[in-house]
């Protein structure tokens, strides 16, 4: 069954950067497009970032373009999000997920990994 | 960027109640629109793809409709599992998510 896991998560300081992680299972990995969404505490959902398939085309959102980016490694069917130039508007629950075809809809999600961003 | 409205913020209703929930669009999304169902500490849940159609194991109590601008999510009998805050998120262009309805078992 497709599994999604995310890590990376962590107390930081404002203007420092974190790595997440998001080791994928189940599904060919190479196949899909993967996304990142987030959730600050009390909040409504956010899509943050996508990247293709292959890993040639990255999109983000406005509010962490320039700041943060997507990539994938394929060998380790593992997704990332460096987040650099962190602000404590950046704290929430970020979550990895799959669509099913080309729709940026979530059909499979992990278990989310929180980011406090906190002086 | 397209903004999706939410209404109503919160509803509290009885089991066995029909609840509506309705999503607006600022521009037209066509159909390219999906419904969640979040429950406390755990990760949103696929409920509606394409404005109507059903997720795989979901309830068939749960249904979609609407296209253009206009959508709704319709409980036909509210259970008190289906106490949970529920997201809609147009697609057409990107990801935007509604900012959620929260539904209350009185």
């Known amino acids: 069954q497709v599994q999604l896991v995310e890590s990376g998560g962590g107390v930081v300081l404002p203007g420092r950067s974190l790595r997440l992680s998001c080791a994928a299972s189940?599904?060919?990995?190479?196949?899909?497009?993967m996304h990142w969404v987030r959730q600050a505490p009390g909040k409504g959902l956010e899509w943050v970032a996508v990247?293709?398939?292959?890993?040639?085309?990255?999109w983000y959102a406005d509010s962490v373009k320039g700041r943060f980016t997507i990539s994938r490694d394929i060998s380790k069917n593992t997704l990332y999000m460096q987040l650099n130039s962190l602000r404590a508007d950046d704290t929430a629950v970020y979550y990895c997920a799959r669509g099913r075809d080309s729709g940026w809809y979530f059909v499979y999600w992990g278990q989310g990994t929180l980011v406090t961003v906190s002086s | 960027d397209i903004q999706m409205t939410q209404s109503p913020s919160t509803l509290s209703a009885s089991v066995g109640d029909r609840v509506t929930i309705t999503c607006r669009a600022s521009q037209s999304i066509y159909t390219w629109l999906a419904w969640y169902q979040q429950k406390p500490g755990k990760a949103p849940k696929l409920l509606i793809y394409?404005?109507?159609s059903l997720e795989s194991g979901v309830p068939s109590r749960f249904s979609g409709s609407g296209s253009g601008t206009e959508f709704t999510l319709t409980i036909s009998s509210l259970q008190p599992d289906d106490s949970a805050t529920y997201f809609c998120?147009?697609?057409?262009?990107?990801?935007?998510f509604g900012q959620g309805t929260k539904v209350e078992i009185k």
């Open positions: 394409k404005a109507s």
């Open positions: 998120q147009q697609y057409h262009s990107g990801g935007t």
């Open positions: 189940g599904f060919t990995f190479s196949n899909y497009a």
């Open positions: 990247i293709s398939s292959d890993g040639s085309n990255k």
